[in-house]
């Protein structure tokens, strides 16, 4: 099994970039993986926080990784095998960022501290809303097949941002 640790990361999608990994079509590589916010946002996060993100280091990508044998118009089959996730997660309203940015204009953030003895649900307004856990890859993609460098921000037809609540555990992409 290979392994892709947190600081093996860029942040744009870009052909030119040395993969870090090369392995054979089937192997299993695990990815120790920071959240969205490139680790600008810990448990410990305020509100005030959001403000000062540097939204230039977000959505970063793990690898790239180069596949043997793996050519040009290929079809690659990526299996999610499993998702471990840390003992706290974070929701948050980023100002002028995001679908409902006009709607939503002041920051706000929410940390989830996740209970060790529950993995299913999360508890929201002292116990009165229970919130299901359910981990999913948010980044999953290649290169694109131009030069030159690509935001991670938006997905493309070669996968990328594509923050589907459908990658998760045992799903294939």
Known sequence: MRHIHRHQHHL????????ILTINSGEI???DCLDASN???????????????DMSKLDQVNGP??????????ILEVEIIDIKIA??????IIPDFGLRHEELPKAKLKIWK???NNSEYV?????????????????CGVARGLNGSFSTIPPYRTGGNIDTKYLTKGAKL
Do not use: C
Request: hydrophobic share 30%; charged share 25%.
């Open 114 to 116: 996740f209970d060790e």
């Open 65 to 74: 990784i180069y596949i043997r044998d793996a050519k040009p118009g290929d």
């Open 12 to 19: 744009v999608w870009d052909n030119s970039i040395s993969p």
């Open 87 to 92: 003992n706290w997660g974070w929701t948050g």
């Open 39 to 53: 680790g600008q946002i810990n448990s410990e996060s305020t509100d005030e926080t959001i403000s000062s993100l």
């Open 29 to 31: 590589v695990t990815f």
């Open 123 to 139: 508890w929201f307004k002292q116990n009165q809303i229970r919130i299901p856990i359910r981990p999913f890859t948010g980044e």
